[in-house]
């Protein structure tokens, strides 16, 4: 966000002048600090940032953003190209008193700034923590779910400051990375970039989810014999589900809505969205219509990648 300079007496501005305005073209971020829940997944975005060419600090201590971001400058005045990633643990007050400056401060030396928070169901985390025998690193001597709730409430004022949220919750680590990969990629390519999420409703909505659409409202294949043990990348699933009288009309409309949608985006400044596409297994109807819809975007110049959390876990 820039601030308009003042000036002394009234502005005006033609009609004109409005019409031929166009949004300012998004500048992709070169210094990114990652950070969210403890077992949310800050490690392997570290890996896929890393893999992708990114100079990656992991575990950095809040109040060293600055120096980081010094020597990053360093390195740039002597010709060479850095984007910088910063894995930060939070869960310090005194890291939110000086968020905002430090972010002022990435912008006024010649940095574009991006705040990822990566997010999971307090579900999602026990399992994890559990599977790994660890505890929580606010949980004292109370239960897993107390120091993870702590955790929560501490960061929850920053999570509403990010500018992408990503959830982890029903993702292995290869999902994970999957899904993260696209947000950071060397490439400069498509200003916008649109994930289509596949899901089960019996495994919870996505926290990360810009868009939700039911597919419930389709007749599942499961009650069909044949289709039950095929799945909606399968071309008969698909047929099954794409033939249906409403499922035509509904990629038309989501499709004309995108159109606004990503406008729109992009005059803010987002480069990252994602769509989530339910039914009740997150096998048949939402995988199906997710493919199909992915491929109409892509079509009409929208970048899309695909995710199908819920695949499998039947």
């Not at 339910?278 to 491929?295: D, F, I, N, P």
Request: charged share 25%.
């Amino acid at each position: 966000m820039t601030d308009a300079a003042g000036h002394p007496g009234e502005a005006t501005v033609s009609e004109d002048q409005v019409e031929a305005a166009e949004p300012a073209e998004p500048v992709a971020p070169d210094f990114v600090i990652v950070t969210g829940m403890s077992g949310a997944g800050r490690s392997t975005t570290a890996n896929v940032m890393e893999d992708q060419g990114w100079y990656v600090v992991d575990n950095l201590p809040p109040q060293l953003l600055d120096d980081m971001a010094e020597l990053g400058k360093q390195a740039r005045s002597e010709g060479r190209e850095l984007r910088i990633a910063a894995v930060v643990d939070v869960r310090s007050q005194h890291f939110f008193d000086q968020f905002d400056e430090a972010v002022q401060h990435l912008r006024a030396i010649g940095w574009t700034p991006q705040l990822v928070f990566l997010d999971a169901t307090d579900e999602a985390l026990v399992r994890r923590f559990e599977s790994v025998r660890r505890p929580h690193p606010l949980q004292g001597d109370g239960r897993l779910l107390d120091g993870i709730q702590r955790e929560r409430e501490v960061l929850r004022d920053l999570r509403s400051r990010a500018q992408i949220v990503v959830d982890t919750s029903g993702l292995n680590v290869h999902q994970l990375a999957r899904k993260v990969a696209p947000l950071f990629g060397t490439d400069r390519g498509p200003a916008l970039r649109l994930a289509l999420l596949s899901f089960g409703f019996k495994y919870g909505v996505p926290l990360d989810a810009d868009f939700v659409f039911d597919m419930r409202f389709l007749p599942n294949p499961f009650w069909v014999p044949e289709l039950r043990p095929l799945d909606g990348r399968d071309p008969e699933v698909s047929a099954h589900v794409l033939g249906q009288p409403d499922a035509s009309a509904f990629l038309d409309r989501v499709a004309a809505l995108m159109e606004p949608v990503t406008h729109g985006y992009l005059a803010e400044g987002r480069r990252y969205a994602t769509i989530a596409v339910g039914c009740t297994g997150g096998k048949h109807r939402s995988v199906a219509m997710a493919e199909a819809l992915a491929g109409r975007l892509r079509t009409e110049g929208i970048d899309t990648f695909l995710v199908h959390r819920d695949l499998g876990r039947e």
